[in-house]
């Protein structure tokens, strides 16, 4: 008996995904819970392990090849019934991958109209979406990469190496003239989906800004107050600013909605995504339902979900939905934050640094308050300026009174 290593759906909005990089080869036994195969999805690159311990058939799906959900990417033999390994190699060397076999009348055109074209036309190149993708975002011409799928097709990793093979130049100069040289690396899985991801986003998005002050002094003087007992786990600044972002939202459900497909869907729950930058990249997690719950769980659910993605422990179901982000780089000593919208969501708050700084009271005369800057990025193809004035209105009243938080909703 075989098993089918389907194209996992690992978001709402998620109809398709990338096959990255496959950890095994066909003959390869495998283990269960090892490391199977790496698929970008709209938000993050996710490994997927195998179910069950056996003998990798065959790979239908190429690395670099884009497959619908669902879609059948491989087939796994199951233990004490797969072939032998070498058998099972053999033959998966032997036969054609789905991923590179097309219908017949689609191969004729191909062959067709790579006879036909005039040299040097862009007719003559035969690439995958994501191959094409990779080179507009990187300026390479396909013309001159060499590609290594079935009747030249240039597949991911052929425009990678060819960027890889170009000379390195800065201001024009070689990068044998720049002082200390230059260091080339190849990004991880994680790290080059979300690269991929987030420029798709900002060309693709028409992004639109609001900012605002929000003054924080009562919250800085309660966060010292809560965090005085020494039994209660800490609070920070972001699990308050998580905290009244899904109330706002819930005092907004016109904010929690996306576009997905030519269509606005809206969400149920309060959930908001928090940036999480690590070693292997930045993560956004999402805090279940955050406006409907008190400061101290939201700030538990935050806490944890830090630590697993600091430890390589979010599972791809921790990052799926949510309409909203917070990015908080106030640690960082800046004013102002102008986030880019994460993939598959409408919107971010980009939270700065806490000033101190004089305001004119009542009187006229100089008072000394503590700002927060706040960028609020948005999807006009979702919302309107009047809708994201009135969500960081109530972000602001919150913030400034933050003793509702501690209510129970």
Known sequence: M?????????????????????KASPGDRVAKGQLLYVVETDKIATEVEAEAAGVLEAQMVGEGE??????????????GEAAAPKQAAVAATAAPRA???KPAKLEALEALALARAPAGSAQRIVATPLARRIAQANAVDLHGVAGSGPRGRIK??????????????????????????????????????MARRLAEVKHGVPHFYLSTEIEVSALLALRETLNADA?????????????????????????????????????ADTDVSMAVETERGLFVPVVRNAGA?????????????????RGGGLAAADMAGGAIAVSNAGMHDVTFVTSIINPGQ??????????????????GKPEL?????????????????????????????????????????
């Open 2 to 22: 075989a098993i089918d290593l389907l194209m996992p759906k690992l978001g709402l909005t998620m109809t398709e995904g990338v096959l990255l990089e496959w």
């Open 66 to 79: 884009t497959a619908v959900v669902g879609a059948v990417l491989g087939r796994l033999a199951m233990e």
């Open 99 to 101: 991923a590179d076999a």
């Open 156 to 193: 991911a990793m052929d425009v990678e190496q060819a960027m890889s093979a170009r000379p390195a130049q800065a201001s024009g100069v070689p990068a044998s003239g720049i002082p200390g040289g230059v260091t080339r690396s190849k990004p991880s899985a994680t790290q080059a989906a």
């Open 231 to 267: 039994q209660a786990p800490r609070l920070t600044l972001n699990h308050f600013v998580l905290a009244a972002t899904g109330r706002a939202l819930r005092d907004h459900p016109n904010i929690n909605r996306v576009w997905a497909d030519g269509e606005l869907v809206a969400f």
């Open 293 to 309: 719950r008190p400061l101290d769980a939201v700030a538990a659910d935050a806490r944890a979900l830090v630590a697993r993605a």
């Open 346 to 363: 409408s919107s971010i708050l980009g939270i700065g640094s806490v000033r101190d700084l004089f305001r004119p009271d009542r009187e």
């Open 369 to 409: 308050r503590r700002e927060m800057g706040v960028v609020f990025s948005l999807d006009h193809r979702v919302h309107t300026g009047v809708e994201g004035l009135a969500f960081l209105s109530s972000l602001k009243a919150y913030l400034e009174t933050p003793m509702r938080l501690l209510r129970q909703v």
